[in-house]
């Protein structure tokens, strides 16, 4: 009997134990309702010096989108080898902040490429990208069904009735 007693006792304040422990990571809005704070570093950004974005791909041309934390001037080196990044667009200032484009062309269609950008702040790694890849052609195959076609061995011969 003392032992359904504290069985029914624990299974009673178990909610409230957990209410309470949630209670501690929550903080009360204005109307005094709680919400729950994030404990989690997990959303938090390392600082970095910049962020690059491709966009409007097609078979011959890219634009990068470069946004800088720092002022700084650079430029983005590109090729289609790994570590022989031998084009490279001119060299243009970026202001804190204010993202810039950068389109890189004439390029090469259904091609792998490796770029980075380069930088006084710093260098990015190298990192890649496809130009659009042709069109596929819709496979088309073509059936003929012909009809059971009866062939008249004669008079009735294989089981068959006569052809008329």
Known sequence: MKRTLFTLVALLLAPLTVLHAAGENTARKGDGARQAAQTSQCNDVPSHPFDLILCRPTSNSITVSVLCYEDAEGFIAYGTQPGKLTARTPAQPFRKGQPA???????????QYYYRLQSALAGSGEFTFHTARPPRRAAVRVGMHAGHRRTCPGKGGLGMPPCK
């Open 101 to 111: 484009e950068i389109v890189l062309a004439p390029l090469q269609p259904n091609t």
